[in-house]
């Protein structure tokens, strides 16, 4: 795969090599598939993937990450943590991303040094490093570097780039872990996950791409973009069928727009 450069890909091109050797953080999406391809370009046997099965992952984005690396050629390597055993991480305050990035980054950054890589790199980009932040943070905390941040290079580039080099996942929706769904303050169990994975399933087997199922108890409330929203009440049956099986009593739509960092709104009006 040849790269095509222009100045900003130079920059990442050569935050790489001054790693000398690394280790990428990966997990399917186009952020880290593009970072790991152009770091396998660059540094050639000097790098690896790694990617960290959680409770929080869906087995079916955790399977579809795999099936990318084969399809890429990119040599991967997965471990695994339980973060439902992680007090920090299921009491789900406000940092809980905080948590969760220490705890990984910990695993990636002994993973990297019993294989001989020098550095771990994530793929957090430039957009992603403003407002409030407590996985970025971490990172930084725990010397994770970001190459795209570090080069000012947003998600639209990001996407853009990986069209032009004809990545299969170049359109993949952003995909947050399952810990995401759950309002703040709200402990994590390991069936609250359960029953929003079988849920999220449910609706993307029926079509849909931009959605999530947020959890609050025993209401399901579905978030699902404008553009798919006219079509959510064709499968009403099929849907509340589903998800009192996962067992909610009650499924709702929210009749906002689907939008990532919702629970974090409360807060931004305080």
Partial sequence: MILRKNGIEECLEEKIRKS????????????????????????????????????????SEYLSAINTA????????????????????????RERCYFCKKALSEILLNHAAGSGFNHVADGTNASETEGYRPGYTAGCEMGILHPYAECGITKQSIIKYAKDLG?????????????????????ITEEKIG????????????????????????????????????????????????????????TTLDLEDFSGGNFDRKYLRD
């Fill in 20 to 59: 000398g050797s690394l280790l990428v953080s990966y997990s399917g999406g186009i952020d880290s598939t593009l970072l790991a391809v152009i770091a396998r370009e660059v540094l050639g046997d000097k790098m690896s993937c790694c990617l960290v099965k959680t409770s929080f992952m869906p087995e």
């Fill in 70 to 93: 084969e399809e890429l050629g990119l040599p991967l390597e997965t471990v695994s943590i339980d973060l439902l055993n992680n007090p920090d991480v299921c009491k789900n305050s």
């Fill in 167 to 187: 990545l299969s996942n170049a359109n993949k929706p952003p995909s947050p872990c399952l810990a995401t769904r759950i309002p703040y303050d709200t402990e």
């Fill in 195 to 250: 029953r929003i994975e079988k849920t999220e399933d449910c609706l993307k087997s029926l079509g849909f791409e931009y959605f999530r199922v947020r959890d609050h108890g025993d209401i399901a409330r579905i978030e699902v973009s404008g553009d798919e929203m006219i079509n959510i009440l064709e499968f009403r049956d099929e849907i509340t069928e589903e998800f009192q099986k996962a067992g909610y009593l009650y």
